[in-house]
């Protein structure tokens, strides 16, 4: 079975950082791009960040750029997602996404979720 | 633009048929995929690319698009349709973003 698995989320100070982990299972993770997306309490969804297959390609929503880092294990099947600088409008909880394709900018399409990890960022 | 734009609430009777919109100028160029989530849920992907439905999906649900205006229609609405819907697309440099989200209330 398919299965995205999100964690790392908790309560953080302004300016604090945090490491959010996604550990990926049942299909060879190193053939997909994968993305983050979040979601404020009570709002839309927010694309933040997507990495291709081989990691060496990132793109990042603009309010993270310089503050959020993507990265990938591919022996280790797992995704990270380094925050630092933190704001309370980071507030949000954080999917994991599997993209269909191995280059991000063939395919946009969000396959795979996690359940989500919650990101509370508050003094 | 990198815009999507959706209505917020949209209402169907059960068992009639409903649209939800999106509309942007990157899907001039770019399809829409669709997705459904439920209050508490992770968002779960309806409809890619022209017309496709993952595995799982009813074929109640189908996606097209005219112009700048993509479209997801769910053709006899159930009950446990009623939903947020979001659309998404990308631009050229690689970055993502989706619709504000259509409230689906089935009657």
């Known amino acids: 079975e398919v299965q995205l698995l999100e964690s790392g989320g908790r309560l953080v100070q302004p300016g604090g950082s945090l490491r959010l982990s996604c550990a990926a299972s049942?299909?060879?993770?190193?053939?997909?791009?994968m993305s983050w997306v979040r979601q404020a309490p009570g709002k839309g969804l927010e694309w933040v960040s997507v990495i291709n297959g081989g990691g060496e390609e990132t793109y990042y929503e603009d309010s993270v750029k310089g503050r959020f880092s993507l990265s990938r294990d591919n022996a280790k099947n797992t995704l990270y997602l380094q925050m630092n600088g933190l704001r309370a409008e980071d507030t949000a909880v954080y999917y994991c996404?599997?993209?269909?394709?191995?280059?991000?900018?063939?395919?946009?399409?969000?396959?795979?979720w996690g359940h989500g990890t919650m990101v509370s960022v508050s003094s | 633009s990198s815009e999507l734009t959706q209505d917020p609430a949209v209402s169907v009777a059960l068992g009639q048929t409903v649209r939800i919109t999106c509309q942007g100028n990157?899907?001039?160029?770019?399809?829409a995929s669709w997705y459904q989530q439920k209050p508490g849920q992770a968002p779960v992907l309806v409809i890619y690319?022209?017309?496709s439905r993952p595995s799982g999906i009813p074929d109640r649900f189908s996606g097209s698009t005219s112009g700048t205006t993509a479209s997801l229609t769910i053709t006899g609405a159930q009950a446990e349709d009623e939903a947020d819907y979001y659309c998404?697309?990308?631009?050229?440099?690689?970055?993502?973003?989706f619709g504000g989200g259509t409230k689906l209330t089935v009657l």
């Open positions: 049942g299909f060879i993770f190193s053939n997909y791009a």
């Open positions: 996404a599997k993209g269909r394709l191995w280059s991000p900018l063939q395919d946009d399409v969000f396959d795979i």
């Open positions: 690319g022209k017309n």
């Open positions: 990157s899907l001039r160029i770019y399809s």
């Open positions: 998404n697309s990308r631009d050229g440099s690689g970055k993502r973003f």
